[in-house]
């Protein structure tokens, strides 16, 4: 680490729970966000300022002016880029230091499954439940800790799937992939702008606890959050032991 590395993350450096090494840590790791939109914005964005060396941004859509409401990643001078691109230029402007590879895909078959195994954790920040079943999929197959986030209009939540322990639930576990779950989508039914950032924001922080061994995880909770009252609810779960994903573990 050098004087501008201990300069830029000095507010880092002085928390006793992370200090140079934890910040080391994050210097040294590669992390795949799967969206670059509303959740997508703010968990890079931290990701990229906290440092961590390599992030792999993966959108296949474009910039619409109707995101920027909510999309911090993008200008409307961009309106027409695709995301991860935009995504890519915003966060080299953070921070250089920080190596951001743009994959404008909708990642699945092989080429979800190349990515997810060459990173330290993931963060699901899309916005359907064909996308994170997929993901989830991968990440049971890799042993990856898996950060998954959700937004819809007023509510919100974010849950930890860390795939290294034999014992930990996946998102399967916990939302079952059925073909008659009802998927809700921000462009019929609207979501709060700032409650995306919330969401995102609090995956960048499970992921950077995860990355440097800091406190606990949401792994095993849900947080769900009612912003119309900002309160939160906080709900446990276990592993199922019958899950057709993850029960071959252990």
């Not at 934890?22 to 906290?50: D, F, H, K, N, T």
């Not at 019929?188 to 995860?210: D, F, H, N, R, Y």
């Amino acid at each position: 680490m050098d004087d501008g590395h201990l300069l830029r993350y000095a507010r880092h450096i002085l928390l006793d729970e992370l200090g140079i090494e934890g910040q080391e840590r994050l210097l040294a790791s590669r992390v795949l966000i799967v969206g670059a939109g509303g959740l997508g914005s703010p968990a890079a964005y931290y990701l990229a300022a906290a440092g961590v060396g390599q992030l792999v941004l993966a959108d296949d859509d474009d910039v619409e002016l109707s995101n920027l409401q909510r999309q911090i990643l993008h200008t409307t001078a961009r309106v027409g880029w695709p995301k991860a691109e935009s995504g890519k230029l915003a966060l080299a402007e953070l921070n250089p230091g920080v190596k951001v590879q743009a994959r404008v895909q909708r990642l699945l078959g092989l080429d979800l499954d190349d990515a997810v195994a060459g990173v330290d954790i993931v963060l699901d920040c899309c916005d359907n439940f064909a996308t994170r079943h997929a993901v989830n999929r991968a990440c049971v197959k890799h042993r990856k800790p898996l950060v998954s986030g959700a937004a819809i209009r007023f509510a919100g939540q974010v849950s930890v799937f860390d795939m290294r322990s034999d014992d930990a639930p996946c998102y399967h576990c916990l939302f079952p992939e059925a073909d008659e779950a009802e998927e809700l989508s921000c462009a019929t039914t609207g979501v709060l702008g700032p409650l995306v950032g919330i969401i995102g924001s609090m995956q960048a922080a499970e992921a950077i606890k995860i990355l440097t061994g800091m406190g606990e995880s949401l792994a095993g909770r849900l947080l769900c959050l009612d912003a119309l009252t900002m309160q939160w609810n906080n709900v446990r779960f276990r592993r199922d032991p019958q899950c057709p994903v993850c029960s071959h573990r252990g």
